[in-house]
Every structure is written in structure tokens, then in C-alpha cells.
């Protein structure tokens, strides 16, 4: 592992064994998003003017500003989730799905709880969240609540009380002990990967020599290693986690070999001002 210091910032460079690979993904999670009734592939647009400054040959951004008519990649997470969380729930009709978030997350968990008939409880932290996420959450016709402290504290806060009401934790971060449904979710994120594939290569392209993936508490890094790592892949496509440096837990975890919890800041990158990477076991 090797860190270097430079005017963009910190860069952590891992040396994970080129040998390792992931499962291929769940075929049912990757056909699950086609079922519902909003779903299209969201456009890759190309930034022609970006590749020249930056002297490469080409530059594209998935935009998911169109997603299952939310703003946000995190409907695919969300959405398979939820199902499986509720399924999974069975004779518990009147449990209500809770999660905590600090952007688009609690959305997209308001809005398919809100779709499968369930009452929502999304806990947010305090003075951490812009208040049109805010109310966005709340036209879904979910309960918003709002808890004093950090992202890490208002996630404790939802498991806490999902364990001692009839609810339905549905949260994006694993720990010991919670691991299947952030599971689920990192599962649902592989669609946007799998569409990344098929546009490049119906625009005469291969796979995609570099991928920047923004990255908060990591499920959205950890859906792209598991792609491009994956047994049935080709393995070429270097993945980098992007991070804010007020919130940058990913690097500190990756030098020190395991999660480590940094302290936040305020950062402009709203939805990534979280301050400790999920705990999965055995890593």
C-alpha cells in the first residue's frame, strides 16, 4: 500500500492480489430492475471538451439524474432491496421500512416502501441534510427525523430503533451481525455497471480503461469491484474511489488495512459526508 500527497490530494494505491475475483452477480438481482415500470438504461454523455484537457481519448458520465424517475443511482440499491427486505419480512405486514441517510438514499428507500403499500421512517442527521432532499423525502410520504450528531450516528440511531419497533432496517452500510441487506443493495447497483458494458459496446467501444466512482460509505465502490472483479470478466478496468476530503474514510481504511472512522466536515458533495466504510466479515 502507498500513499502520495498532490494539488488534487491524497492518493491511496492498493496492492490487492491481481489473482482475486468476485462471484458473478445474482441473475435475479440484475433482471429485477427491468420489472419495474420506470426502468431505462440512463445515458452515457459524452465531455469531449474534458478529454482534451485532460489528453485522453475519450470521457463519458453515466448520468442518473433519469433513474426510476428519481434523481439518483441509489433507486437500484433501494429498490431491490426493499423487495427483498419486505419478502424476507413475510408475516410482518405491518412493519414499517426505516433507514438512515444523508441524501438520496432515504429517498429512493421512501419511495419503493411508499410503492409495496409500507409506512417509511427516515432518520437524517441534523442540520446535515439541504432542505429540498428534505422535503423531496417527504413528499414520498415518509416520517423524517431529524437526529443531532453525524451520518455514523444517525445510522446507530435507525438501528436502534428498527430493533425495537416493527420496522424494517434497510441500510446502505453493513457492520458484524448487519450484512444481508446492504448486500442487496450493493447487488442492485451492478445494473448501472452492467449498462456501462453494453452502451460502450454498442458505441463501437471496449471496456472502459479507468472508472471514477464517487464514493461515500462504499457500496457503490464495492458494486463496480465486484463487476469489473468478477470471474467472467476480463479484469482491464481500473477502478478509483473518488472521496471528499472532509469525509475521506475509504483511503485511511485502505492504508490502515481495515475500517477506520474519520471525523466529518462540511463538504459540497452532498450524499458522501459519511465517515465510516461498512464492516463485512472476514475483511
Same mark, same amino acid.
Given at each position: 500500500?502507498?500513499?502520495?500527497?498532490?494539488?488534487? $490530494?491524497?492518493? /491511496?494505491?492498493?496492492?490487492? @492480489?491481481? &489473482?482475486?475475483?468476485?462471484?458473478?452477480? @445474482?441473475?435475479?438481482?440484475?433482471?429485477? =430492475?427491468?420489472?419495474?415500470?420506470?426502468?431505462?438504461?440512463?445515458?452515457?454523455?459524452?465531455? =469531449? #471538451?474534458?478529454?482534451?484537457?485532460?489528453?485522453?481519448?475519450?470521457?463519458?458520465?453515466?448520468?442518473? *439524474?433519469?433513474?426510476? $424517475?428519481?434523481?439518483?443511482?441509489?433507486?437500484?440499491?433501494?429498490?431491490?432491496?426493499?423487495?427483498?427486505?419486505? #419478502?424476507?419480512?413475510?408475516?410482518?405486514?405491518?412493519?414499517?421500512?426505516?433507514?438512515?441517510?444523508?441524501?438520496?438514499?432515504?429517498?429512493? /428507500?421512501?419511495?419503493?416502501?411508499?410503492?409495496?403499500?409500507?409506512?417509511?421512517?427516515?432518520?437524517?442527521?441534523?442540520?446535515?441534510?439541504?432542505?429540498?432532499?428534505?422535503?423531496?423525502?417527504?413528499?414520498?410520504?415518509? #416520517?423524517? /427525523?431529524?437526529?443531532?450528531? *453525524?451520518?455514523?450516528?444517525?445510522?446507530?440511531?435507525?438501528?436502534?430503533?428498527?430493533?425495537?419497533?416493527?420496522?424494517?432496517?434497510?441500510?446502505?452500510?453493513?457492520?458484524?451481525?448487519?450484512?444481508?441487506?446492504?448486500?442487496?443493495?450493493? #447487488? %442492485?447497483?451492478?445494473?448501472?455497471?452492467?449498462?456501462?458494458?453494453?452502451?460502450?459496446?454498442?458505441? %463501437?467501444?471496449? &471496456?472502459?480503461? !479507468?472508472?471514477?466512482?464517487?464514493?461515500?460509505? %462504499? *457500496?457503490? !465502490?464495492?458494486?463496480?469491484?465486484?463487476?469489473?472483479?468478477?470471474?467472467?470478466?476480463?479484469?482491464?478496468?481500473?477502478?478509483?474511489? /473518488?472521496? =471528499?476530503?472532509?469525509?475521506?474514510?475509504?483511503?485511511? *481504511?485502505?492504508?490502515?488495512?481495515?475500517?477506520?472512522?474519520?471525523?466529518?466536515?462540511?463538504?459540497?458533495?452532498?450524499? !458522501?459526508?459519511?465517515?465510516? =466504510?461498512?464492516?463485512?466479515? %472476514?475483511?
Amino acid at each position: 500500500m502507498s500513499t502520495a500527497d498532490t494539488p488534487a $490530494g491524497r492518493w /491511496v494505491v492498493g496492492d490487492r @492480489d491481481p &489473482s482475486w475475483s468476485c462471484p458473478d452477480p @445474482d441473475e435475479a438481482a440484475q433482471l429485477f =430492475p427491468r420489472t419495474l415500470e420506470d426502468y431505462a438504461p440512463t445515458p452515457l454523455v459524452e465531455l =469531449p #471538451e474534458l478529454a482534451r484537457e485532460l489528453g485522453v481519448g475519450t470521457v463519458v458520465a453515466k448520468d442518473e *439524474s433519469t433513474r426510476l $424517475g428519481l434523481p439518483a443511482f441509489k433507486a437500484l440499491g433501494a429498490s431491490w432491496a426493499v423487495h427483498r427486505a419486505l #419478502e424476507t419480512a413475510g408475516r410482518r405486514p405491518d412493519a414499517e421500512v426505516i433507514t438512515a441517510t444523508d441524501g438520496n438514499h432515504g429517498r429512493a /428507500v421512501a419511495h419503493f416502501a411508499r410503492a409495496a403499500g409500507r409506512r417509511a421512517r427516515i432518520m437524517v442527521p441534523a442540520g446535515g441534510v439541504h432542505p429540498s432532499a428534505i422535503a423531496a423525502i417527504r413528499a414520498e410520504g415518509a #416520517e423524517v /427525523v431529524e437526529v443531532d450528531g *453525524s451520518y455514523d450516528q444517525t445510522v446507530r440511531t435507525a438501528a436502534d430503533y428498527s430493533s425495537g419497533h416493527d420496522a424494517v432496517l434497510v441500510q446502505d452500510t453493513a457492520w458484524d451481525g448487519y450484512e444481508e441487506v446492504p448486500g442487496w443493495i450493493v #447487488e %442492485g447497483y451492478a445494473t448501472l455497471f452492467s449498462e456501462i458494458d453494453a452502451q460502450l459496446h454498442e458505441a %463501437g467501444r471496449g &471496456s472502459a480503461d !479507468l472508472l471514477l466512482v464517487p464514493t461515500g460509505v %462504499g *457500496s457503490l !465502490l464495492q458494486a463496480a469491484l465486484a463487476h469489473h472483479r468478477r470471474r467472467s470478466s476480463s479484469g482491464s478496468t481500473a477502478v478509483v474511489s /473518488v472521496e =471528499p476530503d472532509a469525509a475521506a474514510c475509504m483511503g485511511p *481504511s485502505l492504508a490502515a488495512g481495515r475500517p477506520i472512522t474519520v471525523e466529518t466536515g462540511p463538504t459540497i458533495m452532498s450524499g !458522501l459526508n459519511c465517515g465510516t =466504510p461498512p464492516r463485512w466479515p %472476514g475483511r
